[in-house]
């Protein structure tokens, strides 16, 4: 069974940094696509930040020049350094992982709540 766990959330203040981890267990191979997304309370799902492969990235503009995502293939792990957080950075963060031969797969989210 695969399983994403996400770490890392929590409380920070306002340009302070967090920096998120989503760790893959099970039989999960061929990860293409890894991306981060937040769930703020009332609003819709929303990309944070992805990695391909190839380690070529794309980033929401909100987050452009404070976040920076990257991946360790060897761990199946994806990171996601936040830094200069703002209070509407706050929300569940979700980390997916889009695989070339059993599909795409999602972490239960963890939370980070900025301060002002």
């Known amino acids: 069974q695969v399983r994403l766990e996400e770490s890392g959330g929590g409380l920070a203040q306002a340009g302070g940094s967090l920096r998120l981890s989503c760790a893959a267990s099970g039989s999960i191979f061929s990860i293409n696509l890894m991306s981060w997304y937040r769930q703020a309370p009332g609003k819709q799902r929303e990309l944070v930040a992805q990695?391909?492969?190839?380690?070529?990235?794309n980033y929401a503009d909100s987050v452009k020049g404070r976040f920076a995502i990257s991946r360790d293939n060897a761990k199946r792990t994806m990171y996601l350094q936040m830094n200069s957080l703002k209070p509407e950075d706050t929300g569940v963060y979700y980390c997916?992982?889009?695989?070339?031969?059993?599909?795409?797969?999602w972490g239960q989210g963890t939370q980070v709540t900025v301060s002002s």
């Open positions: 997916y992982f889009l695989t070339a031969t059993t599909g795409a797969y």
């Open positions: 990695i391909g492969s190839a380690g070529n990235t």
